[in-house]
């Protein structure tokens, strides 16, 4: 009876971390949702996981936190997600170094994410957001989210029609799409 101790030790931690991954799964079908931020480690296997970088206004942190509305919409959707946003709790500019930081690694993510959720909001003016348009034009991953009310409305729906870009109205249609 004493030599199955050990073993009881061993498999009973590993069946509660089974019960929790399988609870977890059902959340969404398949793996957690992550969300990484600047500064955040990254999963050590991401295998098997869609990645998304959630570009588009932010306005300095004054915008409204429409990132955290997106990854809601993929947690109830099938599949893994990783959400790169760029969006800081604490961001701190004028801390040596941090601009440098923030700007290679949004770029860093926008390169690697499979991808890129644009969402320029009505009445921003979003500049870097506009340059990262020009810049993914191409790429075939980026998706953007756009309505009359945005500033410069006109140049982005001519663009994504140039360069055969979905656009949509809302941030359901574009998650929507996505996880297709």
């Known amino acids: 009876m004493n030599a199955h101790k050990p073993l009881k030790r061993i498999l009973f931690p590993l069946l509660l971390g089974c019960i929790a991954l399988v609870s977890s799964c059902s959340q969404n079908g398949s793996r957690p949702l992550v969300v990484l931020h600047p500064h955040d480690d990254a999963p050590a296997d991401t295998r ?25 919409l993929f947690k109830a959707k099938e599949g893994s997600y990783i959400l790169f946003n760029p969006r800081q709790d604490e961001w701190h500019p004028e801390r040596d170094g ?9 770029l860093e993510h926008l390169e690697c994410a499979d991808y890129i959720l644009m969402n320029l909001l009505p009445g921003s003016l979003s500049p870097i957001s506009l340059m990262e348009l020009g810049i993914y034009a191409r ?42």
């Open 48 to 72: 098997g996981y869609t990645s998304v970088f959630l570009a588009g206004t932010i306005d300095m942190g004054s915008a409204v936190d429409w990132q955290a509305e997106a990854a809601e």
């Open 139 to 180: 790429s075939r991953k980026l998706f953007v989210v756009c309505t009359s009310g945005f500033t410069r409305y006109d140049n982005v729906r001519i663009t994504c029609a140039r360069y055969s870009i979905p656009l949509f109205s809302t941030l359901e249609e574009v998650i929507e799409a996505i996880a297709k």
């Open 98 to 106: 941090e601009m440098d930081y923030q700007v290679n690694w949004e």
